[in-house]
């Protein structure tokens, strides 16, 4: 079983979890066993599954198998709910097996579903967040009966995903994404340095002109405009931790004076560092 599931599991009875992610942080490419279910419940969600790339607004759901590889782009201001449960959960092997290799070529995201499948896979997702917020009994039970009706669901006259089926389309977006793959790795290995859209041109190998297209079509944003966002995001993640104050934050996170930062966190968040510090434990507190 995965780190993460261990890691955020808060059934006992079950191998099950269901999580909230509001941080929207960039999440590279990476498969487990688990079924992993995501339902966009605000602001919009990139991902890519097995290579093909996927855009999500409110309402829209994603299903990743287990063994399915997949990453998410670095989000700003979205929410989303994630339910993974491992194969553990089915007592039979043997009808474990039968039911994945059923689902193996299923649509992976709603936006390929009918009408029908949408709403029944909303109306589950929906009843089991509301089982994570009560303590009555039999929840457990209702839990997985809500699993299980999931899965049979998927297993059975889903619509079939020719994108993954399609071994020449994801070849093409394979070598697209190891690209933007690169390119995400030069900033978080890079966002406390100096760097412009030159520079991650020069890594991929790339003219200018043509990274800043390649960038802003697969992504929807500027390479300029991403770097900023993820540099917001550690400042958040920093001014949580407590450990620097504002002027040690800003010289790590690559903004060239205390005056930008904090004309740049405001315009991204609404608040000021501090205000946004001070917030963050209130709502603890609370």
Same mark, same amino acid.
């Given at each position: 079983m995965?780190?993460?599931?261990l890691l955020?599991?808060?059934?006992?009875?079950?191998?099950y979890?269901?999580?909230?992610?509001?941080e929207?942080?960039?999440?590279?490419?990476?498969?487990?066993?688990?079924?992993e279910?995501?339902?966009?419940?605000?602001?919009s969600?990139?991902m890519?599954?097995?290579?093909?790339?996927?855009?999500?607004?409110?309402?829209?759901m994603?299903?990743?198998?287990?063994?399915?590889?997949?990453?998410?782009?670095?989000?700003?201001?979205?929410?989303?709910v994630?339910?993974?449960f491992?194969p553990?959960?089915?007592?039979?092997?043997?009808?474990?097996?039968?039911?994945?290799?059923?689902m193996k070529?299923?649509?992976?995201?709603?936006?390929?579903w009918?009408?029908?499948h949408?709403?029944?896979?909303?109306?589950?997702?929906?009843?089991?967040?509301?089982?994570?917020?009560?303590?009555?009994?039999? !929840? =457990?039970? *209702?839990?997985?009966?809500? $699993?299980? @009706?999931l899965?049979?669901? /998927?297993?059975?006259g889903f619509?079939?995903? %020719?994108?993954?089926r399609?071994t020449?389309?994801?070849s093409?977006?394979?070598?697209?994404?190891?690209?933007?793959?690169?390119?995400?790795?030069?900033v978080? !290995? =890079?966002? *406390?340095?100096?760097?412009? $859209?030159? @520079?991650?041109?020069?890594? /991929?190998?790339?003219?200018?002109?043509?990274? %800043?297209?390649?960038?802003?079509?697969?992504?929807?944003?500027?390479?300029?405009?991403?770097?900023?966002a993820?540099?917001?995001?550690?400042?958040?993640?920093?001014?949580?931790?407590?450990?620097?104050?504002v002027?040690?934050?800003?010289?790590?996170?690559?903004?060239?004076?205390?005056?930008?930062?904090?004309r740049v966190?405001?315009a991204?968040?609404?608040?000021?560092?501090?205000?946004y510090?001070?917030?963050?434990?209130?709502?603890?507190?609370?």
């Amino acid at each position: 079983m995965s780190t993460a599931f261990l890691l955020n599991q808060t059934e006992k009875t079950i191998p099950y979890v269901l999580f909230y992610d509001r941080e929207g942080a960039l999440v590279p490419n990476h498969w487990h066993k688990e079924t992993e279910l995501v339902f966009v419940r605000t602001g919009s969600v990139k991902m890519v599954i097995n290579d093909v790339l996927y855009t999500l607004g409110p309402g829209d759901m994603a299903v990743i198998l287990g063994g399915d590889t997949h990453s998410y782009f670095q989000t700003y201001d979205h929410e989303r709910v994630v339910v993974m449960f491992a194969p553990e959960l089915f007592e039979d092997g043997e009808e474990l097996r039968f039911i994945q290799k059923k689902m193996k070529g299923i649509s992976r995201v709603s936006t390929q579903w009918n009408e029908r499948h949408q709403q029944e896979v909303q109306s589950i997702f929906l009843r089991l967040i509301e089982l994570n917020d009560t303590t009555q009994l039999g !929840r =457990n039970l *209702s839990v997985r009966a809500r $699993l299980y @009706d999931l899965v049979v669901l /998927l297993a059975n006259g889903f619509e079939q995903d %020719a994108q993954q089926r399609d071994t020449q389309e994801k070849s093409a977006q394979a070598a697209m994404l190891a690209n933007l793959e690169k390119a995400f790795l030069y900033v978080e !290995r =890079n966002f *406390s340095q100096h760097i412009d $859209l030159q @520079d991650a041109a020069d890594e /991929l190998g790339f003219t200018t002109s043509y990274f %800043a297209r390649f960038f802003k079509r697969f992504t929807g944003t500027t390479f300029m405009e991403y770097l900023t966002a993820y540099r917001v995001g550690r400042v958040q993640r920093l001014l949580a931790e407590r450990r620097m104050n504002v002027t040690q934050i800003a010289e790590a996170t690559g903004f060239s004076s205390v005056k930008t930062f904090n004309r740049v966190f405001k315009a991204h968040t609404g608040m000021s560092p501090r205000e946004y510090q001070k917030s963050i434990f209130e709502d603890k507190q609370a």
